[in-house]
């Protein structure tokens, strides 16, 4: 029987209290998920490729550690399109959160287009409802704008939330 891989896909720009509890709940699904960090073309990055990269991989361990039960996750980068590189690690489905409705429509859109063009499923998890409101583009334009980044601690991890901390510096 073959391993049953998620790919769990995105710019992660910053990494959020959001993303990880997918994974979280992911973990009970699969056997092993992958986090891919990838560039998105239509975003201006907050944060450069190697600090989403150390600051998931980081807030992964510390998740994996304290909660041991649950499937492996791996943290990488990659470049291209996502559903190449799921190709490329074997992934037998994408994961994608779900916050809210308006998740719910875009995703649906990507999935069933997905599944056309690159003949692979997406799984859905919807986050917790804490989470159901935030976004890292919300969260960019908070710290971009000079907001009270200390008002993030309950939506990012300790070190997302110092990163954010020096790149209002």
Do not use: W
């Not at 992964?60 to 499937?71: F, I, L, N, S």
């Not at 779900?98 to 999935?111: F, G, M, S, W």
């Amino acid at each position: 029987m073959s391993e049953h891989l998620a790919l769990y896909a995105g710019s992660f720009d910053p990494p959020t209290r959001g993303h990880l509890d997918v994974i979280g709940r992911a973990r009970r699904l699969f056997d092993r998920i992958v986090v891919g960090i990838g560039e998105n073309p239509d975003k201006t990055p907050l944060l450069a490729t190697p600090d989403r990269l150390r600051l998931m991989k980081d807030a992964v361990e510390t998740m994996m550690r304290t909660q041991p039960d649950g499937a492996p996750v791996d943290v990488a980068s990659y470049a291209g399109l996502t559903v190449d590189y799921a190709r490329s690690i074997n992934a037998s489905a994408l994961l994608r959160g779900i916050r809210n409705v308006t998740d719910l429509a875009t995703e649906c859109q990507l999935a069933i287009a997905n599944r056309q063009v690159a003949d692979i499923e997406t799984v859905f998890v919807i986050t917790d409802e804490r989470y159901g409101f935030t976004s890292s583009s919300l969260i960019r334009q908070i710290v971009e704008l000079g907001g009270d980044v200390e008002k993030l601690r309950d939506i990012v991890p300790d070190a997302v939330l110092e990163q954010l901390r020096e790149s209002q510096s």
